[in-house]
């Protein structure tokens, strides 16, 4: 068979490692994601079973599941593999051996998910920083039991915060002047954009050029990240499901990606008496056309308004052209720090499927001066969803601005 396969040379040792921990961190667009499904694919045709997991389901099929697909095709093997797409399972026509898909969300699935032929044999879970430390167990239970191959657990991440977890149970022996470690049970591997030969030139450019420090120590150089002066600390994370049906409240924002930025889409209810906002969906996806916009739009916010980044009015005449009731963001100055003082004044509860608010909530921090004071400017980055989530409760913003001028 001929495999057309272009893999980073760091990550060539990795192929054949038994630990049953093994982690892959460091920067963005390092090629560690696009490394795993190499491998991942290589495997299966092997003979072994893969489970892909993400915390949330829902980021499965724009995330790790399109990637697979897109490794398989990219490698030639497209005519080995069965892909069903609506049930994200893909088959080894030679073998029978699979690569299922699962979020952590869906417990019942996790805990019965099986492969055709065998038993489950390794456990990719991509973005772990995302999941809590008993959901690791839960995984490391699914690996139990005889196998001809070995088994473990991939993690692949960006190192947030150096209070992690995952810091605290794997990096104890970690030196941060190496790019690796090993014993018996462990594998870790540290890399950055310059272990990625097929990087794009944009790619190098953002990266080499990131003027936030937190984000330049974790996103380019790859290191555990602390954060300073983060703006909010006013959420939660909770299962809204059962109460999503009663919100009548209603508010939705989007932001428009461009480049590799993504599309944010993002569904609120608030209840003004509590002083509580409710994040219950949001839509988050990079290289999407206007059709697609507007399919999503749709199904997210039916004939609700819609307010949008005014800075793309084509993309807001499309969408109101094809019955999305999107409206442009009036903005302004100092609309961002007035957002965000409104935003303060509220509990933020953030439904577990909003998993992409959360990672951007987390994060979102103001920049710095060259002595590390915090300055009245929050960095501009990550932050698509919660600028979505300003524009949405725009119109409650100003009604406090109009509101206190007439007290005046
Ligand atoms: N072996 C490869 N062949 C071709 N392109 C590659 C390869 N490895 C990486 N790339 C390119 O580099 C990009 C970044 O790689 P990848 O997504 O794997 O990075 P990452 O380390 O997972 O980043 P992040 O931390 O942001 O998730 C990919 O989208 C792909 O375009
Ligand atoms: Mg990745």
Redo the contacts with the bound molecule.
């Keep these: 068979m001929n495999i057309n396969v272009?893999?980073?040379k760091t990550y060539i040792p990795y192929l054949n490692k038994s630990q049953q921990t093994q982690i892959f961190f460091?920067?963005?667009?390092?090629?560690?994601?696009?490394?795993i499904c190499?491998k991942i694919v290589l495997d299966c045709i092997q003979g072994v079973n893969w489970m892909c997991c993400r915390n949330v389901a829902k980021t499965m099929r724009n995330s790790v599941y399109n990637?697979v697909v897109k490794t398989i095709y990219?490698m030639g093997l497209n005519n080995y593999f069965k892909i069903n797409k609506s049930d994200m399972v893909i088959t080894c026509l030679l073998n029978g051996c699979q690569i299922l898909f699962t979020g952590l969300d869906d417990v019942e699935k996790v805990k019965s998910i099986t492969p055709a032929k065998g038993v489950l044999e390794r456990i990719f879970v991509e973005?772990a920083t995302e999941i809590k430390e008993d959901a690791y167990m839960q995984l490391t239970k699914r690996l139990r039991g005889i196998s001809a191959n070995n088994k473990y657990i991939v993690m692949?991440f960006?190192p947030i915060l150096k209070s992690h977890w995952i810091y605290k149970r794997f990096f104890g022996k970690w030196e941060d002047n190496k790019d690796s470690y090993e014993d018996r049970d462990l594998c870790i591997l540290k890399?950055t954009y310059k272990d990625?030969d097929?990087?794009?030139d944009e790619?190098k450019y953002r990266l080499e050029n990131e003027t936030d420090p937190y984000y330049y120590n974790v996103?380019s150089l790859g290191n555990w990240g602390a954060l300073g002066h983060i703006i909010f600390k006013n959420w939660k994370v909770e299962n809204l499901s059962e109460m999503i049906p009663s919100f009548d409240n209603i508010y939705c924002g989007m932001d428009f990606g461009y480049s590799s930025d993504p599309n944010a889409l993002i569904k609120i209810h608030i209840d003004k008496k509590q002083k509580r906002i409710y994040v219950f969906d949001e839509w988050y996806q990079a290289g999407m056309t206007d059709d697609e916009l507007v399919r999503v739009s749709k199904e997210m916010f039916g004939q609700s308004y819609v307010t949008c980044d005014s800075a793309d009015p084509k993309t807001i005449d499309y969408l109101a052209l094809h019955n999305v009731n999107a409206i442009p963001a009036v903005k302004g100055a100092d609309s961002i720090n007035r957002g965000i003082r409104w935003l303060q004044g509220y509990e933020i509860i953030i439904h577990t499927e909003c998993q992409n608010f959360k990672n951007e909530i987390e994060q979102y921090h103001w920049q710095e001066d060259k002595y590390g004071n915090a300055m009245a400017k929050a960095a501009d980055e990550n932050n698509h969803l919660i600028d979505a989530l300003r524009y949405a409760t725009e119109q409650l913003q100003m009604e406090v601005k109009i509101m206190a001028a007439k007290r005046l």
Excluded: H
């Design positions: 272009a893999i980073n460091g920067g963005s667009a390092s090629g560690k994601s696009f490394f190499q990637q990219e973005e692949a960006n890399t990625n097929m990087l794009t790619d996103y």
